[in-house]
Nanobody, 121 residues
Framework: QVQLIESGGGLVQAGGSLRLSCAAS????????MGWFRQAPGKEREFVAA????????YYRDSVKGRFTISRDNAKKLVYLQMNSLKPEDTAVYYC??????????????WGQGTQVTVSS
């Protein structure tokens, strides 16, 4: 089992920044690809970003490329999502995700409880 706990969400004005963190516990962290999904009210859950096991590969949904950066620290069992130039359409609950398969899908094995990000216009 892998437990994932997100933090760092909050309310920010458009154009601002937030950094989400995800702390993992349980099995060997470096064996898992990590990522972030999000879900806005009334919308489907969508992929945001993912990072491979050692962090050598990353990929993003088109709408966040150039604004969001995913990273990981395997020694500390942490994954981050740095979000810059935030837009109101980034408002959603953000979920940390882990899976042994890469790239990630919305059928990933492990999910955190989510953290709310709200961007005001």
């Amino acid at each position: 089992q892998v437990q994932l706990i997100e933090s760092g969400g909050g309310l920010v004005q458009a154009g601002g920044s937030l950094r989400l963190s995800c702390a993992a516990s349980g099995r060997t962290f470096s064996r898992f690809a990590m990522g972030w999904f999000r879900q806005a009210p009334g919308k489907e859950r969508e992929f945001v970003a993912a990072i491979s096991y050692a962090g050598s590969m990353t990929y993003y949904r088109d709408s966040v490329k150039g604004r969001f950066t995913i990273s990981r620290d395997n020694a500390k069992k942490l994954v981050y999502l740095q979000m810059n130039s935030l837009k109101p359409e980034d408002t959603a609950v953000y979920y940390c995700v882990a899976d042994t398969a890469y790239p990630l899908s919305n059928r990933a094995d492990y999910w955190g409880q989510g953290t709310q990000v709200t961007v005001s216009s």
